[in-house]
């Protein structure tokens, strides 16, 4: 289906602009190039996830294949297929927090939210994901909420984290 026979719901506006300077990146042969970024920005506009009507909207504006969009949010971990809370809580699985506490803090915020990895807290506010290596093992056991990053968690400290959210 042509970009033209198609009536964008979210790839329209400002969406659409965002789309385009990453698209402006690639030779104008290659706009397939923007994929990722194109999937970020339309998941953030549709409230954290994507759906399959979100994906054949990218695959149209970007002239690929439903599959290979397809393939691309269900290969990388930061694409979201269910809704996620506003506060997506992102504690990671690496070995180095793994040794340092990562079972606890997942348990302690399992206990604390009333949820357990994979769910969404019932006033949609918070969810809890488990990621692969954030890069920080220094840190451990951290999380990454947003683009912060949140380092040797305790309960006191996760505590503070989530009193400051709103």
């Given at each position: 289906m042509s970009s033209t026979a198609t009536h964008y719901k979210m790839i329209t506006g400002e969406v659409k602009e965002r789309i385009d300077r990453w698209i402006s990146n690639y030779p104008a042969d290659q706009r397939q190039s923007a994929v990722m970024p194109?999937?970020?920005?339309?998941?953030?506009?549709?409230?954290g996830h994507l759906t399959t009507e979100l994906m054949d909207e990218v695959a149209d504006y970007l002239g690929m294949a439903p599959i290979a969009v397809y393939e691309v949010a269900t290969f990388y971990g930061n694409y979201e297929h269910k809704p996620v809370g506003k506060h997506k809580l992102c504690v990671c699985n690496s070995i180095s927090c793994m040794l340092r506490g990562k079972d606890e803090v997942i348990e302690y915020l399992e206990e604390k939210l009333g949820v357990k990895?994979?769910?969404?807290?019932?006033?949609?506010?918070?969810?809890?994901?488990?990621?692969?290596?954030?890069?920080a093992c220094g840190g451990a056991p951290m999380m990454q909420i947003g683009?912060?990053?949140?380092?040797?968690?305790?309960?006191?400290?996760?505590?503070?984290?989530?009193?400051?959210?709103?």
């Open positions: 194109a999937l970020r920005i339309v998941q953030e506009v549709n409230g990895v994979g769910e969404v807290t019932p006033d949609g506010k918070f969810s809890i994901k488990k990621v692969e290596c954030l890069g683009k912060k990053y949140y380092e040797n968690l305790t309960k006191e400290s996760i505590d503070e984290i989530l009193a400051g959210l709103e």
